[in-house]
T-cell receptor, first 112, second 115 residues
Framework: SQTIHQWPATLVQPVGSPLSLECTVEGTSNPNLYWYRQAAGRGLQLLFY??????ISSEVPQNLSASRPQDRQFILSSKKLLLSDSGFYLC???????????FGDGTRLSIL | AQSVTQLGSHVSVSEGALVLLRCNYSSSVPPYLFWYVQYPNQGLQLLLK??????LVKGINGFEAEFKKSETSFHLTKPSAHMSDAAEYFCAVSGPSGGYQKVTFGTGTKLQVIP
């Protein structure tokens, strides 16, 4: 069966520090991969999605970037974190178009 | 572009009562619709999905939803609420905007179950 791993579960970082969140999927090939940020009362905001290695679509211009160095690995990065980057970050995968998304357990990011 | 609207950011029901969570969608073509549940500090879990065919969709944990094209609705119901149903619920839509690769989520409804 397919599984998705996301780490770390919680992270506290100072303003201006770099960020790297990693997400990996097991048990499937060529998944669509997604990064979301969730803020209280605002639902899920799609940040990036990828339909293949090296293919990244950005939904919201911001301080973050994403990369997909391997088929089942999706990384969310920042060179310098802002206070506004605080939130709950979720990684998800799907088998393709119109397929439901399956989520990791999320990373709670706090910026001090 | 497709979108969903969830009516009511908070819903309270008594244990054993009917659960009704409302979702209306906007899409120029028949969409694909989903309901997800999220427990605190966890990711989202798929409850059910509508793609094509039968308009009444049954999901996990006793939930079901009915696709009504005339009302552009996809409301989530459960006949009898259980304490373990307390969570946040998200309606979502996938459509031609974005090539069906993207899913647009509603802002969520927090369900409180009163003993």
């Amino acid at each position: 069966s397919q599984t998705i791993h996301q780490w770390p579960a919680t992270l506290v970082q100072p303003v201006g520090s770099p960020l790297s969140l990693e997400c990996t999927v097991e048990g499937t090939s060529n998944p669509n991969l997604y990064w979301y940020r969730q803020a209280a009362g605002r639902g899920l905001q799609l940040l990036f999605y990828s339909v293949g290695i090296g293919q990244i679509s950005s939904e919201v211009p911001q301080n973050l970037s994403a990369s997909r160095p391997q088929d089942r690995q999706f990384i969310l990065s920042s060179k310098k974190l802002l206070l506004s980057d605080s939130g709950f970050y979720l990684c998800a995968w799907s088998a393709g178009s119109n397929q439901p998304q399956h989520f990791g357990d999320g990373t709670r990011l706090s910026i001090l | 572009a497709q979108s969903v609207t969830q009516l009511g950011s908070h819903v309270s029901v008594s244990e054993g009562a009917l659960v009704l969570l409302r979702c209306n969608y906007s899409s120029s073509v028949p969409p694909y619709l989903f309901w997800y549940v999220q427990y605190p500090n966890q990711g989202l879990q798929l409850l059910l999905k509508y793609t094509t065919g039968a308009t009444l969709v049954k999901g996990i944990n006793g939930f079901e939803a009915e696709f009504k094209k005339s009302e552009t609705s996809f409301h989530l119901t459960k006949p009898s609420a259980h304490m373990s149903d307390a969570a946040e619920y998200f309606c979502a839509v996938s459509g031609p905007s974005g090539g069906y690769q993207k899913v647009t989520f509603g802002t969520g409804t927090k369900l409180q179950v009163i003993p």
